[in-house]
């Protein structure tokens, strides 16, 4: 496994309005071929939306602000050294696939989506296909002794929307090495939510502030274990 570096070494994104793919492009300084790959998720996104209930439907107006924005920011803090990512309760792709796509002209990187819908897993494959974008999709559950098997432990691990932190620590537990981390978008309950993690288990914990969300935070977490 990679050596991830110490995390939150990188410049946090500026907060600011992302409300279209330039403001995108400016934000989060990608090129002009990952926004292209970006704009044609989101058209897929809109197209697929009518028949599966991907994201919620009051966000469709502001995706590029509440999908696109909020997932990419989690890239200013990944591992220096990334070798394999997995997105946990994937979903319509945010943050995993978002990130795997910014990542697509980095570097040989093996990012690993985890959904247990049928259907939104097709889209991600949908998604992946359109785009050019390597990504392993696995369906399942992510408890699932088969899942464990197929991922092992990774450099790094993200979830969006995925559980409050005490469930989601357990979730993400057999996917942690002793260099893993962890990048979890988290929302204004999240102090409460470390205090009942803390119960359980044991890790180092990084809070910083969402570009997206004025009470949301980015959750930087290493050293996790289960207490004895």
Request: proline share 7%; aromatic share 6%.
């Amino acid at each position: 496994m990679a050596n991830p570096g110490p995390p939150g070494a990188r410049t946090p994104p500026v907060r600011q309005p992302v409300d279209s793919p330039e403001a995108f492009a400016q934000a989060f300084a990608v090129s002009r071929e990952t926004l292209a790959k970006l704009v044609a998720y989101e058209q897929l996104l809109q197209r697929w939306q009518k028949t599966i209930n991907l994201v919620a439907a009051s966000t469709l107006k502001t995706v590029w602000e509440r999908h696109f924005a909020d997932s990419a920011q989690l890239w200013a803090y990944r591992p220096a050294q990334l070798e394999t990512s997995l997105d946990l309760g994937s979903g319509a792709g945010f943050p995993g696939l978002v990130l795997a796509i910014m990542d697509s002209t980095q570097r040989p990187t093996r990012h690993t989506l985890v959904e247990s819908d049928s259907r939104k897993a097709a889209f991600l494959r949908e998604v992946a296909r359109g785009t050019g974008v390597t990504v392993d999709i696995l369906c399942g559950r992510i408890e699932s002794a088969e899942i464990h098997a197929k991922v092992g432990a990774v450099d790094c691990v993200t979830a969006r929307a995925l559980a409050p932190l005490p469930r989601l620590v357990e979730l993400a537990a057999p996917f942690f090495g002793p260099s893993t981390l962890g990048l979890l978008s988290k929302g204004r309950e999240v102090t409460a939510e470390i205090g009942d993690a803390k119960l359980a288990w044991d890790f180092d914990i990084e809070l910083k502030p969402s570009v997206t969300d004025p009470d949301g935070r980015v959750v930087l977490l290493t050293a996790l274990k289960r207490k004895s």
